[in-house]
């Protein structure tokens, strides 16, 4: 079962940072945080996902706290398009379990 | 681009009927998952398949359904007898163990609705 506890809606500004935050406090040492979103009713997209240090890619960026107990997905500059639910996973990797909670509903508003 | 190509994308069936679902993984990629998708239940695990090995099916209600890996171009999901329960979105998803970890390329997901 999901291991993580996320908000159930967020709103953010065209144009602003939308900060995603995501609580994982039983997280143990080699499960990696995972962040995928789900446009609408396609199939959900990786965006990106770290063990301990922050990690950023074309899409967002993640920081995950020093005790590794929650993180923050962070869009820089949210569109549109980015309205969608953000789920945040934790897991050993694609070769095991890998379980989908609630997610965060992103709208970004214009 | 590679894709996970899931058929078929819409189902209407009847109930009792058998329903078989497939999904072709992206070439190469050694690990393969069935999501359920619900408004209820949100994304649920059915099963997932590691080297064409089911690795865990705990999620799926095995009196009804079974999931298989014919071989590695094919995972298939089946439903028998089919119940409105079942009726949902299927998401077949892979990915590569010592790849990017973590990255799993979804399908665009087989609709079911069981009348």
């Known amino acids: 079962d999901a291991k993580t506890t996320q908000p159930t809606s967020m709103d953010c500004a065209e144009g602003r940072a939308a900060n995603l935050p995501c609580n994982h406090s039983?997280?143990?040492?080699?499960?990696?945080v995972y962040w995928y979103r789900q446009i609408h009713s396609q199939g959900p997209q990786y965006i990106i996902h770290?063990?301990?240090n922050n990690e950023t890619n074309e899409m967002a960026s993640l920081i995950i706290t020093e005790d590794r107990k929650s993180s923050t997905l962070i869009l820089p500059h949210a569109t549109l398009r980015d309205t969608a639910v953000y789920y945040c996973?934790?897991?050993?990797?694609?070769?095991?379990?890998?379980?989908f909670g609630t997610g965060t509903s992103l709208t970004v508003i214009p | 681009d590679a894709r996970v190509t899931q058929t078929p994308r819409h189902k209407v069936t009847e109930m009792g009927q058998e329903v078989t679902m497939r999904c072709q993984p992206i070439?190469?990629?050694?690990?393969v998952f069935w999501y359920r998708q619900t408004m209820m239940q949100g994304l649920e695990l059915l099963a997932y398949?590691?080297?064409?090995?089911?690795?865990?099916d705990s999620g799926m209600p095995k009196d009804r359904f079974s999931a298989e890996m014919p071989d590695a171009t094919l995972a298939t999901l089946k439903i028998q007898p089919s119940e409105p329960r079942d009726s949902a979105v299927y998401f077949c998803?892979?990915?590569?163990?010592?790849?990017?970890?973590?990255?799993?390329?979804f399908g665009e997901g087989s609709r079911l609705t069981v009348l």
């Open positions: 998803a892979s990915g590569l163990v010592g790849g990017r970890a973590g990255e799993l390329f």
């Open positions: 039983t997280i143990s040492g080699n499960e990696y």
């Open positions: 770290g063990l301990k």
């Open positions: 996973i934790v897991s050993l990797g694609t070769g095991n379990q890998f379980y």
């Open positions: 070439l190469g990629h050694n690990t």
């Open positions: 398949f590691r080297n064409r090995a089911p690795l865990d």
